[in-house]
């Protein structure tokens, strides 16, 4: 079975904290991307990362970075020095590559960045 | 427009009333896609299209439920007699690829809350 799970339900930190959002992912399936999408209060969810299966690489985008590990099937997410803008509930999303798509999400974490 | 456009933001109804939720997706984009929110959790796939054709129904949650995407533009997710339990936010989602590996634009939702 398919199935994200995000052990963080909220974290708080101060602003300039820098903070990582766990997710540990299954799937059975030799080929897959993982997503990270961001929440905030208007509710629409906002593509921040994709990577593939076969792409171990970190990958540094601005103040955000991503650490993709398959032999323990972990895809973090850190944002650095955190600012008050990116409060706001994070998913992380497995897509299988099953020729129809399905995004499995986790059940969020929800990041409060205070002043 | 620009984005992904859901209509209504916010829907009331009784329970046992029928809801229409129209989604018009970023112009072009092949696929769309329906997923659900429930409070405090992540979104859930119901259901989704390739153009006019409707290649995965299986996250639908029961008979009541019911997409169509005609000509393959405007999508509308239809929940006949509506239950307390059908309370969610109603995410849709649209992508250019053919097959959903690429960026999702998701919509704002339409809140339904069944009384």
């Known amino acids: 079975a398919q199935k994200v799970t995000q052990a963080q339900t909220e974290i708080s930190v101060v602003e300039k904290e820098d903070v990582t959002l766990d997710c540990v992912y299954e799937t059975r399936d030799t080929t897959y991307y993982l997503f990270w999408y961001k929440q905030p209060p208007s509710g629409e969810l906002v593509f921040l990362i994709r990577?593939?299966?076969?792409?171990?690489q970190n990958e540094i985008s601005g103040r955000y970075s991503w650490n993709f590990q398959k032999s323990t099937s972990s895809f973090n997410f850190t944002i650095t020095a955190s600012q008050v803008v990116d409060s706001a509930v994070y998913f992380c999303?497995?897509?299988?590559?099953?020729?129809?798509?399905?995004?499995?999400f986790g059940t969020g974490t929800r990041l409060l960045v205070s002043p | 427009g620009a984005g992904v456009s859901q209509s209504p933001r916010y829907k009331v109804a009784k329970r046992g009333q029928d809801v229409a939720l129209r989604c018009d997706p970023i112009s072009g984009h092949v696929s769309l896609f329906w997923y659900q929110q429930a409070l405090g959790q992540g979104p859930e796939f119901l259901t989704y299209f390739q153009n006019e054709a409707q290649l995965d129904k299986s996250g639908l949650p029961s008979d009541r439920f019911f997409a169509e995407r005609p000509e393959g533009s405007v999508s509308t997710l239809k929940i006949q007699r509506t239950q307390q339990e059908d309370s969610a936010v109603y995410l849709c989602a649209s992508s250019s690829s053919s097959r959903g590996t690429g960026e999702l634009f998701f919509g704002e939702g339409s809140r339904l809350t069944v009384l």
């Open positions: 999303a497995l897509l299988m590559n099953t020729g129809f798509q399905k995004l499995v």
């Open positions: 990577r593939n299966s076969f792409d171990e």
